[in-house]
């Protein structure tokens, strides 16, 4: 029997990667894309092979440096979130007019649910918007093969292709058997040509032209049923509905067709939505009376399907306008439209009954926290301590969870923690008002979009008090390195960068660096910085509140590990539990006080610092 | 074949991905395609962890509402929280304290979807011998002793053998033991 591997969906795209011979790879982390690199590096050493990789500053550096390794004549990707393709999409929508040498894959990954990101954004439109083709897989083996044919079209048409998988492919698991390696020969070269390569506005014109061209042919060559597009039809056989599905979601109405023994139901599978496949949509549409899109997120196929009139799908309020399609809802919107074509409908109704037997169990609601003994716990109680009147302004990351424990007012995109922190200063500052404004980002966030609006700030006048919450890693994203550790993707050497030094060069005259862990320091250091900003000659206070991530390096977090138990003298008060919001800190009603949960306790010891009633103390061990 | 579903349920950090890839894995090692899904990213800290693993030809990773045959679930609240994927006739195997198992009202649910509902106090078991994060191995031998699904306990025990890390196998093995003792006791 061939060998096969239990791979996660982001493993057999790393895998198809390295398959097409793939020289470059660069990334920044984000859910649910950030495990590709760290697989295909993984391949790569297990290969020996001369494979390129980093995490990049952001996602624009990472498409703008792949992009430079296909002009060179080179395979390369770049990988991301989908809000991530918003960072980059100026490179995008560059990168598509001028072409490439060597292929070149943007792989997106998008998130309906959303699970983990601030949009249900679909990555199509932005191909689409880009003018560039997107792949659009249903599983990871497919996810798997599209890569490679990605990688082989945008080589073939120079131009970049973008692969749309969603977090049902990428966080999927699939036997899957791995081929033969073949390692890119390609050597760098630059052919100097600067029409193309830094074209002015008229040579645009030109290449736009030739953009549209490449789009058109690849269109027809899409449009045949082949690997990715196809449909189930019976000759001469005329349907009262036709499905038309692409990516996870028709992978779903795939089982549940095949459940439900539905032959009279066929299926048009679209895992190549732009260019869009019009002539092989055309004969499916012409065999049935109505066609019901099922799509994720949002309507591509929907809008690109030529005559509309007989179209079911969100535009006419048959498929949930927000929201991931799981395979009951899916169901759901199928059977309603049977119902409503007055077609057989499925086997098994929906069971509102359980739903609701599940209601009346009122089982405690359980909301992400920070971890026990995470430091941001420590900055954000001593923030919420020193300047409680504060605008709460933060950003993206772990550290979003403060909102917790009354830390965080604000969360918008990367960067923005001080990008709005200066927007409320001129806001209030216009009409004479003193509003004080904290601003908290982390280090992987401030390194991807701090500087720029940093600068703008300080140049601007603002006022307020930063705190960069430097954990020394990306650990949202499974605890990526960041640039300020003296780490690479690859685990090699390389060089740290000092946020002391950048906000410094940023032109911040106040800056510490405090251990959140001292709690009552803190405090000083944040009352002593929030007076600067008052202050007639001040600016923008900068703290650096630096401890390391309590998941990513335990021993260094917590050297001295201090067991803490809870005396009598806990009034209930429940101080604690509300402003700390530490896991392991819970009501316990048989005791009737507040508890440690032994179990997750990370014995870090610092409620010993925020209980009022000094009921929390060190066990003494004899 | 046809395809097996199931749901594996608990918080973040008590093991619900090594749990599902064992049985993934044994799944393969005995020639069967799978698909599983996982949560990853914002949800894994702290709150409701789920994973899906279907054994067998299905193209989607997730398990549709009512069509679990199975669901293992590493705490009770989560368990219950996932009771709509259960279908007619399926099991439920759950840590939790006999003695309070199932929660009032439920018997009248699983009687009327024949659905065999089975509990182990695994965290007190993980407790007893010292590895109180490993209890997923102990729900996993718990389940194990009843032939229920497609895997045996010897196949789970086997890949479980060959999946752990040196420096826990012994741990991990005992416990997984001494869940399948105590579900012997109940055949």
Redesign the interface.
């Known amino acids: 029997m061939e060998h096969e591997e239990i791979m996660l969906g982001n493993g057999a795209i790393a895998l198809g990667l390295v398959e097409s011979g793939c020289q470059m790879v660069t990334s920044y982390p984000g859910t649910p894309s950030s495990e590709i690199l760290p697989e295909v590096i993984s391949r790569v050493k297990a290969e020996g092979l001369n494979t390129y990789t980093e995490w990049s500053t952001n996602e624009k550096v990472a498409l703008d440096n792949a992009f430079a390794a296909a002009v060179a004549g080179k395979r390369s990707a770049c990988c991301m979130k989908q809000v991530g393709l918003n960072v980059a999409a100026d490179s995008l929508m560059s990168a598509a007019y001028i072409g490439n040498i060597g292929g070149l894959l943007i792989i997106s990954c998008d998130d309906p649910g959303p699970h983990s990101s601030q949009t249900e954004q679909d990555t199509r439109f932005m191909a689409r918007l880009a003018k560039v083709p997107v792949l659009d897989p249903g599983d990871p083996q497919e996810a798997r093969e599209m890569v490679k044919f990605g990688m082989d079209l945008s080589e073939e048409f120079q131009i970049p292709v973008v692969l749309r998988p969603a977090i049902r492919v990428c966080h999927a698991r699939q036997n899957i058997s791995p081929e033969p390696i073949k390692t890119g020969e390609q050597k760098a070269s630059f052919e100097k040509n600067p029409s193309r390569w830094a074209a002015t506005p008229k040579f645009r014109l030109m290449l736009h032209g030739e953009l549209n061209r490449k789009l058109k042919e690849i269109g027809e060559r899409f449009s045949s049923a082949n690997h990715f597009n196809f449909h189930n039809l019976e000759h001469d056989r005329h349907y009262a509905l036709g499905i038309v599905a692409g990516g996870v979601p028709s992978a779903v109405i795939r089982d549940i067709l095949a459940e439900e023994g539905r032959n009279d139901i066929p299926l048009l599978k679209i895992g190549t939505p732009f260019p869009f496949p019009d002539a092989l949509a055309d004969e499916f549409a012409s065999a049935c009376d109505r066609l019901l899109v099922i799509e994720e997120t949002d309507t591509l196929i929907e809008y690109l399907l030529r005559d509309r009139n007989r179209v079911l799908g969100r535009l006419t309020g048959h498929v949930p306008e927000q929201g991931e399609l799981v395979p009951e809802v899916v169901y759901g919107v199928v059977n309603r439209v049977l119902k409503e074509l007055g077609l057989n409908p499925f086997k098994r109704e929906e069971d509102i009954a359980v739903r609701e037997l599940v209601k009346n169990l009122e089982l405690p609601v359980r909301r992400p926290s920070l971890c026990p003994g995470c430091p941001h716990r420590a900055s954000f109680y001593a923030i919420r301590k020193a300047i409680p009147k504060a605008i709460f302004t933060s950003d993206i990351g772990c550290y979003t969870l403060g909102l917790n424990l009354g830390g965080v007012d604000t969360c918008l995109d990367m960067g923005a923690a001080i990008t709005m922190a200066s927007g409320f200063y001129h806001s209030f500052e216009q009409d004479g008002k003193k509003q004080p404004i904290v601003a908290t980002i982390g280090d992987s966030t401030f390194f991807h979009s701090g500087t720029a609006g940093l600068l703008n700030a300080v140049y601007n006048n603002a006022r307020f008090v930063l705190v960069i919450l430097d954990n020394e890693v990306t650990a949202m994203t499974g605890m990526q390195p960041t640039p300020g550790i003296g780490i690479r993707a690859d685990g090699s050497e390389a060089k740290s960068i000092s946020l002391e030094r950048i906000v410094s060069g940023c032109g911040v005259e106040y800056i510490e660096v405090v251990d959140p862990y001292d709690l009552e320091g803190m405090n000083t250091v944040l009352k002593k910085a929030f007076e600067y900003t008052e202050s007639r000659d001040g600016g923008i206070a900068a703290i650096i509140s630096r401890h390391p991530c309590v998941i990513d390096n335990h021993e260094k977090a917590i050297p001295k590990k201090i067991k803490v138990q809870v005396t009598d003298d806990c009034t209930s008060c429940n101080f604690c539990l509300e402003r700390f919001e530490c896991p392991a800190l819970y009501y316990d009603d048989d005791l009737g006080r507040v508890n440690i949960n032994r179990h997750i306790c990370a014995d870090c010891g610092l409620c010993i610092q925020v209980c009022p009633q000094k009921a929390i103390v060190e066990v003494k061990e004899h | 074949m046809e ?1 097996t579903n199931i749901v594996l349920c608990g ?1 973040g ?1 008590q093991g619900i991905l090594f749990m599902t ?1 064992v049985l ?2 044994a799944a ?1 090692d005995k ?1 069967h ?16 962890v789920v994973s899906h693993l279907r054994i067998g030809d ?10 679990a045959h199975l669901v293992l679930a590493l705490e009770e ?1 989560e368990g ?2 996932n ?2 994927f ?1 279908a007619r006739g399926a099991g439920f195997y759950v840590n939790a304290d006999r003695r309070k198992f199932p ?1 009032e009202g ?1 018997k009248p ?1 699983f009687e009327q979807k024949e659905i065999r509902f089975r509990s182990v106090d695994a965290g007190k078991l993980a407790m007893e011998l010292g590895a ?1 994060m490993s209890l997923n191995l102990a729900l996993l031998g718990f389940f194990s002793a009843f032939g229920d699904g497609p895997l045996t306990h010897e196949e789970i025990r086997t890949t479980i053998e060959s999946i752990t890390a040196k420096r826990f196998r012994d741990i991990n093995l005992r416990l997984f033991d001494a869940g399948f003792e105590k579900g012997s006791m109940l055949l």
Do not use: D, I, W
């Open positions: 395809t918080l950090g890839k993934a894995q393969l020639g395609n799978l698909m599983c899904a996982e949560t990853h990213g914002m949800a894994q800290r702290g709150g409701s299905a193209k989607g990773s997730l398990v549709q509402e009512g069509t609240n219950y929280r009771l709509p259960l929660k439920l649910f109180p």
